[in-house]
Structure formats: C-alpha cells, structure tokens
C-alpha cells in the first residue's frame, strides 16, 4: 500500500478591492448576472463572468426548472455559450458569485462538481490553466490557479 498526499492552493483576497483591475470588473460583472438568474424554488442565484484570450466578456447566470435535473448552473451556461460562440478562444478566467435573494452571503461559493468537470475539459483541450475567483454577495474572494487544482484526480479521455 502507499499513499498519496494531495494539496490545493487557494488564494484569499480579504475584500474585492485587493483584486487586479480587470478581476474586479470580470466579478462585478458576475454579481451583475447573478441578479438576472431564474431561480425560483432555491432562490440561491448565482452568476458567473468568463474572460477570453479575445478580450470578450461573457456571462451566465443558473437557470432552474421544476424538474431540478433539467436545469443549468451559472457556470455550465456562460461557458458552453462562450464555446458556442467563440469556439477558438481561450478561457482566461472564471469569476462567480452566489448567493441567496435577499439576503447577504459573505461565503465565497465555489463551483459544483458538474461545474468543475466541464471546466476542466476546457483546461485540458486549451492546454493551459483557467483560473476561478469566486465569492459571496460580498467579502472574501478566493482564488484558485487552475480548475485542476480544485477538482484533483481528474477524470478525463484518457479514462474512456
């Protein structure tokens, strides 16, 4: 038997005024989707900003439907439409932001599982880290280098 240690590093931004310029606007622009979001049996809405190699800004928001399964995270929705649209692009960065209506979330929401392996997939196929900053309605941003980092033990095409 052996084992195998695994260790993420996540970076912690006390407040969004510590981010990089562009950062705080790609997290802005997260918030402002997440109040777009249509979600109304969790009112947990959330809002997620992609920035492209290109320079375009997309953004996407969670879509519920009464039959959960059928519905759509922030995150899956900004990035298949970023991929749809400009399918040679890479993807810089992904900021999120989440929370329930209403109410003040100062715990930075991280992406699901879903989320994280259809992130990853665009990792491996640009060949090349996607960093992730995510945070509540407010407070603390944390900051991970690359979807990999925060989904270790990746399943990939090389699995199939």
Do not use: H
């Not at 084992?3 to 006390?14: G, P």
């Not at 970023?82 to 991280?110: E, F, H, M, S, W």
């Amino acid at each position: 038997m052996k084992r195998i240690k695994i260790e993420t590093e996540i970076v912690v931004f006390e407040t969004e005024a510590e981010l990089p310029v562009q950062v705080k606007q790609l997290v802005t622009q997260a918030k402002q989707a997440r109040l777009k979001a249509y979600a109304p049996y969790s009112n947990f809405k959330v809002g997620a900003a992609i920035l492209l190699d290109n320079g375009e800004i997309i953004t996407g928001n969670n879509q519920e439907n009464a039959s959960y399964p059928s519905g759509l995270c922030a995150e899956r929705t900004a990035i298949y439409y970023a991929k749809a649209t400009y399918p040679d692009a890479k993807i810089k960065c992904i900021a999120l932001a989440g929370g329930v209506t209403g109410k003040i979330n100062r715990n930075p929401v991280p992406p699901c599982g879903a989320c994280r392996q259809a992130m990853v997939e665009y990792e491996i196929k640009q060949t090349q880290p996607i960093e992730i900053y995510f945070t509540g309605t407010e407070g603390e941003v944390l900051k991970s280098c690359s979807v990999a980092n925060v989904l270790p033990l990746i399943f990939d095409k090389s699995q199939l």
